[in-house]
């Protein structure tokens, strides 16, 4: 994360707060919390984004999806909507290496 934007790690940090809710709620393992958190928390995450960093529009909601596409819908819209994923995960990249976004001081 060394190069992240400060908009992925925002999109993390949110992401390990919504697994600190889920292991207090009760439901353990990473499967399970990431499956749970695509259907409870991936518009709360995408809020929270937009809020801290309101020019992010629609890659708040790409945001959101980091780290969840393993589960059952991450899966699906891989199958379904592959060119859509691809261009999800060209987003993803971007901000992760810190060309898209918003830079860090140092």
Same mark, same amino acid.
């Given at each position: ?5 400060q908009e992925?790690?925002? !999109?993390?940090? $949110?992401? &390990?707060?919504?697994? +600190? =809710?889920?292991? %207090? ?20 995450? !995408?809020a929270? $984004?937009? &809020?801290?960093?309101? +020019? =992010?529009?629609? %890659?708040?909601?790409?945001l ?18 592959p ?7 060209? =987003? ?15």
């Amino acid at each position: 994360m060394q190069n992240a934007s400060q908009e992925y790690i925002a !999109a993390t940090l $949110l992401h &390990e707060i919504a697994h +600190g =809710i889920l292991t %207090y709620e009760k439901i353990d393992g990473s499967s399970a919390q990431h499956n749970e958190m695509f259907k409870k928390y991936r518009t709360e995450v !995408a809020a929270g $984004l937009k &809020e801290m960093f309101p +020019g =992010i529009k629609d %890659y708040a909601d790409v945001l959101a999806y980091e780290g969840l596409d393993g589960t059952i819908w991450g899966s699906a819209l891989k199958t379904v909507f592959p060119t859509s994923w691809n261009a999800m995960v060209v =987003i993803m990249e971007a901000y992760r290496n810190g060309s898209k976004g918003t830079k860090c001081s140092k």
